[in-house]
Structures are given as structure tokens and as C-alpha cells.
């Protein structure tokens, strides 16, 4: 199999059924979701539970991940556009790197299945409950209500380029999950407990035939995870490049806001909330064009 050393596992039990395909490290310094993919794959291995169709783990952004930095050249999270992908681009890291996760994904094609799942496994530099990020296309939010914890919806929308809108504009099912803080150990208790879900849900595998259970899945859905709430995002603060931005310190993410509110600093400026609603991923790193979003909760 090409590019075998960025597949981190697959594992099948030669039963047909569905693909699921999860994608880990897709910034380099969120190394969580490829943790609790190498632990999901090591018990697949030792317990040997039955499953429909297939499971395959991938590396991200392998050279960003080798640094431990969100990107080399650009974030590989906005690369996905039809022109880059058309126009066969690779001059920069991170293109070379999405073809080479295409050239992955291709390897296991619509034909072969009865269905193909996608997740892109992430973390957060602020402080978060774990959450789904979901786009409003084909079942994609039919499939992320099966899963224990909040859902937003509409990011791939806003924010162009995301491997999610690449997945789904090809046909396939499935959403970004957001774990946690990027070094926090329940990131990937999170990103475990989900990928288990997953596995349940996509490929019908019993649970209970992993030693691990319930734990593993315990620790995300009932000790971590929010009850489910569904929220859309209602404005998004972009940065240009040469932006000198200084979120407020302390906002959590889905911390509720309100008017007048001061969320941040840019260029001297005070930047105030102009609403009562929650913020949503508010910059606390370097590197990044998205200050923050704020959200309300869909009723």
C-alpha cells in the first residue's frame, strides 16, 4: 500500500460493510486524535472484534507533526479547494501533503463499500468541552446527532478549504471533532471514546468485545463530554496577516458573552461583543487568521 507510513492502522474483519476513514495530526501540533488512534488500533490488534467494512487511521500533516507546529507553509486545513485540487497544486508542504492523503483515500474506493465515514480529529488552543463540528450537507448532520456532545454547525461553511468540505463534497459522511486543549490528557480520552463510538455506529462492532469497554468510551461520553446541544455560527473575526491580535485571556470556548464585552485587542483596537451569545474558538496561538466566532444555540 502507498504512503504506508502515514497510515497509522486499518483493520477489517474481510466482512463488507462501510469505510471509516479518520484523519489525525492535520495540524501539527495537535497530536492528540493520532494518540488515540495508535491505542484504537493496538486493541483492535490484540482483541480481534468483529466489524463490518473497515477502519483506517492516516497522519495529517506528517512534516508539521515531526516540529510540533500548526503548519510549514500554510494551514493544511484550508488547502482543500476545488482550484488547488483541480490544478493538481504542489508547491507548498502542505498541498503535497493533501495529495498524498488523497492518493490514501483513493486507495479505498465508493465501489468497495457499502458506505464511507470520514472524521478529522482536532484539538483547540483555548480551554473546550469536546464538540462537533459539522457541515450542513448530504447526512452529515443526521450521522453527528448519534454522538454524546455539542454540535456546531456550519464552520466548513464560513471557513473555505477545510479537509471536511473536501470530504463531503466527494460524497462522503462524517464531521471534525474537536476534543479539548491541545495538551490536555482528555483530549485524547476524547478522541478514544469517540473513534469507539464511531467503530459502533459506522461498523456494528459490540463493544463489548473490547476489553477496554466501557472505559474507553466512558471517559469521553459521560465523565467529559457536554450534554447535546446544537449551535450555528453566527460571525466569524478574521485576521490579515500583518493583524497584531490579542484575544482577552481566560475565554473558554462556548463561555456565553455578552453586548459590550471586551473580547480582544487588534491593531490598538478594543474589539467588543456586539451580542449575548458564546464565543467559539478564540485564538491562543500564533499562528492562525481566525481571532474567534461567536455562536448561539439552535433551538
Known sequence: MENSSRII???????????????AGVHGNEPSGVEAL?????ALDHSKPTINGCIVGVLGNEAALAKNVRYIDEDLNRTWTEVNISEQKQETNEQKEMFEIIEILEQFPESDFSKRYFMDCHTTSSDSLPYVSVQLVNDNNEWAHNFPTYIVQGFSDIVYG??????????????T???????S???????EGIIWLALKEACNLDLSQIPEYPLCVEKFSVKNAPDQKTFKIIYRHG???????EMKSGFKNFQKIYEGDLLAIQNGKEIKSEWDARIFMPLYQSQGNDGFFVIEEVK
Open 239 to 245: 485576521l490579515q496577516e500583518n493583524d497584531a491580535f
Open 177 to 183: 471533532f474537536e476534543a479539548g486543549q491541545h495538551t
Open 162 to 175: 477545510a479537509i471536511d468540505h473536501y470530504f463531503s463534497r466527494i460524497g462522503l459522511t462524517g464531521f
Open 38 to 42: 495508535k491505542r484504537v488500533f493496538k
Open 185 to 191: 490528557k482528555t483530549s485524547v480520552e476524547n478522541h
Open 9 to 23: 492502522g486499518k483493520y477489517s474483519s474481510e466482512k463488507k460493510g462501510p469505510l471509516l476513514f479518520i484523519t
